[in-house]
């Protein structure tokens, strides 16, 4: 094998991208792995207060556009901001990374088998859940506690509302299959569930957190289900897991950096700021990558196995469409994904009540649908810095949020400038004193938090296979491909299903 020949080649050093990668490189493959940005871990990394500072706005604007985001407002302007140096000492995820299940989902399998994560000293603050369902807000149901409000209601309806949490561990693959293409909304009329006001938003608000979407007629409770029976449920039951989310500590590119460091261990290589610029097919075989290197100069790299973590939407900007199928070209350029506002503030004090601090909160009706927005918004928030101190200065606080919206709706400059004073408004009703309590806020926006919305017609095993038809050696990972699971956790899954597919070898997930 020469210099310039690899056993695996993986494009994008996202979650998807880093999980393969790093699990051929610990079985021993040579393999390169190629990222456009200037650090590992796609829409999962972190960037400091300070650098945005000293980089400019445009810098940060380019950094938010290579992952699918754009600035949508700030508070004040960035020139103020930048002026007063008032991101000095946060640290700010690249949109909001509350963590599943405190780092015991699909990461953790990943962690267990390569020794990144908690083995290599990466910490988590784990959080519980609370949701606002009109002028009332309640504890999630955790580790088979019910809020007592809660479970008064069930009692007394003899409701089913707990099968929501339960019935998935009796599940195995054919009925997640099954309910796939079942609708949340579905799933709770069938049950009679949708006449107790309380108890369907509460389910709502844990469907839209795992799947973020916001119609309830659209999400696929098959894809919930999978991860209740698979992950969820076993985890608490065997003491795994301890919570249902939660932040690592100085940031999520510390989980991200371990996995790089891991793949690095094990002899893979590294190539930052270098970009895609066509996967090389012969034959009907893979035969490596071209590529644009940080100085500008084009090579071409060869491998029998390209691993690509590029939303699978754009594959066809990278390899000729004439050699998949119709049918399958057509499918995937038609992939839903879904959007979302992520929102940071920068607080001087605390308005929120003290009891709120430490906890997760929901909301699915943060701003209403009209003629504006598609479906009533939903919104999750955290006081990131009460459980990561090292994300604010001292005697400052870091809220962040996220509000899912559709893709449409994210690429609407207009309307995203508006949705973002509705959420500060919507914050002010709930926190009087919250506007005051602001110095500043940052708005950006995604139309691809999640690569392929978890709905009714392309959840889970509906997704993008995760080997290509038609092409041999070409493979890919990420959220927008077979996979399962919360955010990140989806992504890792999808690259460990990978991974899989490529040695041979069972890594936990199908």
């Not at 020139?79 to 140096?85: L, N, P, R």
């Not at 932040?247 to 371990?258: H, K």
């Not at 309590?437 to 997704?463: C, H, M, T, Y």
Request: aromatic fraction near 12%.
């Amino acid at each position: 094998m020469t210099a310039n020949e690899y056993d695996a080649i993986v494009v994008g050093a996202g979650v998807g991208g880093l999980t393969v990668a790093a699990l051929l490189a610990y079985e021993g493959r040579k393999v390169l792995l190629v990222e456009k940005s200037n650090r590992v871990g796609g829409r999962a990394k972190t960037l400091h207060g300070r650098e945005i500072l000293e980089h400019g706005e445009t810098w940060y604007r380019d950094m938010l556009g290579q992952q699918y985001c754009w600035l949508a407002k700030t508070t004040p302007s960035f020139d103020e901001i930048q002026k007063g140096k008032l991101l000095d000492g946060y640290q700010l995820d690249l949109g909001y990374h509350g963590v599943s299940l405190n780092g015991r989902g699909y990461f953790y399998d990943l962690d267990q088998i390569i020794g990144s994560g908690e083995q290599a000293g990466v910490k988590f603050a784990g959080n519980v859940n609370a949701t606002y369902i009109d002028d009332e807000w309640y504890l999630d149901f955790h580790a088979g506690k019910l809020d007592p409000r809660i479970a008064a209601i069930v009692e007394e309806n003899e409701s089913a509302f707990l099968k929501f949490y339960f019935s998935a561990i009796k599940m195995g693959e054919d009925d997640f299959r099954k309910y796939e293409p079942v609708s949340l909304a579905h799933w709770c009329r069938e049950r009679g569930i949708d006449r107790q006001h309380v108890l369907v938003e509460m389910l709502h608000a844990v469907g839209t957190l795992i799947t973020t979407i916001n119609d309830p007629e659209e999400i696929s409770v098959g894809d919930i289900f999978r991860y209740f029976g698979e992950v969820i449920n076993p985890r608490f039951k065997t003491g795994v897991a301890r919570f249902p989310s939660g932040f690592a500590i100085g940031g999520i590119q510390q989980w991200m950096d371990s996995v790089r460091d891991r793949f690095i261990h094990f002899g893979g290589e590294l190539l930052l700021e270098t970009a895609l610029q066509e996967i090389l097919v012969g034959d009907g075989k893979v035969r490596g990558v071209r590529i644009r290197q940080k100085n500008g100069s084009i090579r071409e790299i060869q491998s029998g196995t390209v691993v690509s973590n590029i939303p699978t939407q754009e594959t066809f900007r990278y390899v000729e469409r004439s050699l998949f199928p119709e049918e399958y070209v057509n499918r995937t350029e038609k992939l839903k994904s879904y959007g979302s506002i992520a929102p940071y503030f920068g607080l001087k004090n605390l308005a929120l009540p003290q009891e709120q601090w430490k906890l997760g909160m929901k909301d699915t009706f943060v701003i209403p649908k009209g003629e504006r927005l598609s479906h009533d918004v939903y919104m999750c928030w955290n006081i990131q810095s009460q459980s990561d101190p090292l994300c604010a200065p001292a005697g400052k606080h870091l809220l962040t949020a996220y509000a899912p919206v559709t893709e449409d709706e994210a690429r609407n400059k207009d309307l995203m400038f508006w949705a973002c004073e509705q959420i500060v408004e919507y914050l002010e009703r709930r926190y009087p004193g919250f506007k005051d309590s602001i110095e500043w806020a940052l708005f950006p926006v995604s139309w691809r938090l999640e690569g392929v919305a978890k709905d009714v017609n392309q959840a889970g095993s509906l997704k993008t296979p995760v080997r290509a038809p038609n092409v041999d050696g070409l493979f890919f990972a990420g959220d927008t491909v077979k996979g399962y699971g919360v955010a990140m956790d989806c992504a890792c899954a999808a690259g460990l299903i990978c991974a899989a597919e490529i040695t041979g070898k069972n890594y936990g997930v199908r």
